[in-house]
C-alpha cells in the first residue's frame, strides 16, 4: 500500500498547490502508515523539491505525448504508475486537470472516489474515511472509502503545506505512453498578476460595483497593493468581469492573508470559497450586509468615497 499524488506543472514548473498536495500525500499515508510518493509527467524543474514536503520519492514520466494535457493519455499514464509504485491511494488537485481526471481514474483503477476532499483521512477499525465540505462549508460529509484502490481530489488553500522531510531522489518510471487523441492548436497564458489560487493579496468586488465601467477604482487600489482583482459570480456573469476571476462555491476558492470584499453581500455561495482568508476587510454601504458578520474590519460607506481614499492612504506606505 502506498499514497502517488500527482504534482501538476505549468510552462515546467510546480504550482503552490504541488507542494500542497505533497505535504497532504505525507499526511494522508502517515494515517495509512505508509508512505507518500509523487508522480510528475514531463520535465519540471525542481522536482526532487516535493521530498520536502513529504514525497520520499518522485517518479517522472517524459514523452513528447504528455507535453500537452490530455486527460485520456495522463489517465491511463496516472494509472500505469501507480501500479508500478504499487500506489493504490491516489491524490490529485481540485484544479480543472484534477477534476478531469478524478472519473477517469476511478474507473480505470475500479476505485471509490471522492472529490474536493480538504480534510487528512483517517484509518477507523480498518475503513479509510475522508472528510468533505457539503452545502457550501456549512456542514461536513464523512465518506467511508471500502474499495481497495481510493482516488481523491483535494480541494486547493485546504493545508498550509509544511517542511517535513529532505529534497526526495527522482527516478524515471517505464510505462506506456499511449499517442495523444487530442491536437492543441494554441495556448493563451494570462500574464500579469499572480494566479488567485496562489495570491496572498486579493481586492474583490461585486454587484455593488454598478457596472464594468467603475472597475478602474479596484484596479488602482489591486495596482497600489500588488494585489490580484477577483469578483462575485453575478459579476461574473454578467460579463462585468472574466470568469476566471470569480470567486466561491462555483468559483475558485481562495486563502489569502488579506481579502478585500468591496460591494460584496456575502452569501453563503461566495463565502464558501473565501472564509479561510486570514484577514477579511469588507466595504459595504449597507451595516445589515451579512459579509460583516465574517469580517475582521469593516468599513460602513460607499465604496465610490472609501475606495479612493484608500488607495490615496496605503500609496503613502
Ligand atoms: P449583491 O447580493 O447584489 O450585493 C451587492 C452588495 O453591494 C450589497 O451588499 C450592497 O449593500 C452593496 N453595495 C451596493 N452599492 C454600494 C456602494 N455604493 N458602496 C458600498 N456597498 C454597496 N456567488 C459568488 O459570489 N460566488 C459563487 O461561487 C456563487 N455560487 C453560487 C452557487 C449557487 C448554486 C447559487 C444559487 C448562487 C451562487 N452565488 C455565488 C450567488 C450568491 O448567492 C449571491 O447572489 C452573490 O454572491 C451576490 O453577489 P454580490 O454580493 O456581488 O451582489
Not at 499515508?29 to 520519492?57: F, P
Not at 495522463?74 to 484544479?95: D, F, L, M, P, S
Not at 475500479?110 to 480538504?118: D, I, K, Q, R
Not at 500579469?192 to 457596472?211: C, N
Amino acid at each position: 500500500m502506498m499514497v502517488l499524488i500527482f504534482a501538476e506543472t505549468q510552462k515546467g514548473k510546480f504550482k503552490k498547490a504541488a507542494y500542497e498536495l505533497a505535504y497532504y500525500g505525507y499526511q494522508t499515508a502517515q494515517a495509512l502508515g505508509t508512505e507518500c510518493a509523487a508522480l510528475v509527467l514531463g520535465t519540471a524543474e525542481g522536482a526532487e523539491e516535493l521530498g520536502k514536503y513529504g514525497a520520499s520519492k518522485v517518479y517522472h514520466v517524459t514523452d513528447t505525448a504528455l507535453d500537452t494535457f490530455d486527460s485520456q493519455a495522463y489517465t491511463k499514464v496516472i494509472a500505469a504508475a501507480a501500479e508500478k509504485a504499487g500506489a493504490n491511494v491516489v491524490i490529485v488537485g481540485h484544479t480543472s486537470t484534477g477534476k478531469s481526471l478524478l472519473g477517469r481514474l476511478a474507473v480505470r483503477m475500479n476505485a471509490g472516489s471522492v472529490p474536493a476532499v480538504n480534510a487528512i483521512p483517517t484509518v477507523e477499525g480498518g475503513t479509510f474515511k475522508v472528510r468533505k465540505p457539503v452545502f457550501s462549508g456549512k456542514a461536513f460529509a464523512d465518506y467511508e472509502v471500502k474499495s481497495e484502490n481510493k482516488v481523491l481530489s483535494l480541494m486547493g488553500n485546504s493545508l498550509q503545506p509544511q517542511e517535513v522531510g529532505e529534497p526526495a531522489s527522482v527516478e524515471a518510471l517505464d510505462v506506456e505512453v499511449p499517442a495523444a487523441q487530442v491536437t492543441v492548436k494554441e495556448v493563451k497564458r494570462m500574464e500579469g498578476r499572480t494566479p488567485l489560487p496562489e495570491a496572498e493579496l486579493v481586492v474583490s468586488a461585486g454587484r455593488g460595483m454598478k457596472g464594468p465601467e467603475n472597475w478602474g477604482i479596484i484596479e488602482e487600489l489591486a495596482e497600489t497593493m500588488g494585489a490580484t482583482t477577483a469578483c462575485s459570480r453575478p459579476v461574473a456573469d454578467a460579463d462585468w468581469r472574466p470568469h476566471h476571476e470569480h470567486v466561491g462555491q462555483t468559483g475558485v476558492a481562495i486563502r489569502p492573508n488579506l481579502y478585500f470584499a468591496i460591494g460584496i453581500s456575502g452569501a453563503i455561495q461566495h463565502l464558501a470559497g473565501v472564509n479561510s482568508s486570514k484577514t477579511i476587510v469588507v466595504i459595504n454601504k449597507d451595516p445589515e450586509a451579512p459579509f460583516f458578520k465574517a469580517a475582521d474590519y469593516g468599513v460602513v460607506g460607499d465604496l465610490f468615497d472609501v475606495v479612493p481614499r484608500l488607495n490615496e492612504a496605503m500609496k503613502k506606505f
